[in-house]
């Protein structure tokens, strides 16, 4: 019994499956490699200086050309100034990262929080131009400090929204200081 119990596990083994090689290569070329996360948080730091925590509740990254991340359920980046203080906080509910170029693409809902500048940028959508290295925005936004607020369209700012410009604009805001 024992011996026709093991003629029949090596007859199943050996004819058990068949894979066409053309058939598995059609099928891994057709598949785009996707990689998935849950409860994402990346840690972003530069000379050992923790600049800022991307927290996100799901992310998924195609490994396609060109390779792109995108976070279809939304994001948060806490940006740290060198004292490990809360600079300013920027948040979304979806964002696509292109790896190759660095540039950044946010849209719905789109806020950025300057606490050190104590300024507000309320937007739909929102691209950062790594060559140019500036936060820019074709469509309707918001802008606002404790003494201005502007709206407008074509929006240009730097990194940290020290400057920044637009194309079209209106609203209130207090003329700077001036002696003259």
């Not at 849950?38 to 000379?47: H, L």
């Not at 500048?117 to 937007?123: A, I, K, P, V, Y």
């Not at 400057?163 to 200081?177: H, L, R, T």
Request: glycine share 4%; aromatic share 16%; with cysteine.
């Amino acid at each position: 019994m024992k011996r026709f119990l093991s003629y029949l596990a090596i007859a199943l083994v050996c004819c058990s499956c068949e894979n066409d090689m053309s058939a598995v290569q059609a099928f891994d070329k057709n598949k785009v490699g996707v990689e998935e996360a849950f409860d994402v948080e990346a840690i972003m730091s530069q000379t050992a200086h923790v600049k800022g925590v991307l927290t996100a509740p799901y992310m998924e990254r195609y490994t396609t050309t060109p390779p792109y991340t995108q976070f279809p359920r939304g994001l948060k980046v806490v940006f740290y100034n060198d004292s490990l203080s809360i600079s300013s906080v920027l948040t979304s509910r979806y964002g696509k990262y292109m790896d190759g170029q660095n540039d950044i693409y946010l849209r719905d809902s789109v806020v950025f929080l300057s606490l050190k500048e104590m300024r507000r940028l309320d937007c739909k959508d929102l691209k950062w131009d790594a060559q140019k290295a500036l936060f820019i925005t074709e469509k309707f936004c918001r802008f606002a400090t404790p003494f201005d607020t502007l709206y407008g369209k074509g929006f240009r700012a730097n990194q940290d929204f020290s400057w920044y410009e637009f194309d079209d604009v209106y609203g209130s805001f207090a003329p700077p200081d001036s002696t003259l």
